[in-house]
């Protein structure tokens, strides 16, 4: 049964600490991110089609930080 509140999720790749970017799928298929340390804080809301966009580019590496 659902309450109707979002379900956030983070990347098992996050810290122990849970200092993380955690992402929520929309019933109406877009996709929600916020910052874990300020829950009550800004929330950024994307449509689909932006959504598979910037997956995409993160699986190919555009995102790469190199020092």
Do not use: N
Request: charged share 20%; net charge negative.
């Amino acid at each position: 049964m659902s309450t109707g509140q979002p379900v956030w999720r983070k990347s098992s790749f996050s810290y122990a600490s849970g200092d993380c970017v955690l992402i929520c799928h929309r019933p109406d298929g877009t996709w929600s991110v916020r910052d874990s340390k300020d829950p009550t804080g800004p929330i950024l809301a994307f449509g689909a089609t932006e959504w598979e966009a910037f997956v995409a580019a993160v699986k190919a590496g555009e995102f790469d930080i190199t020092v």
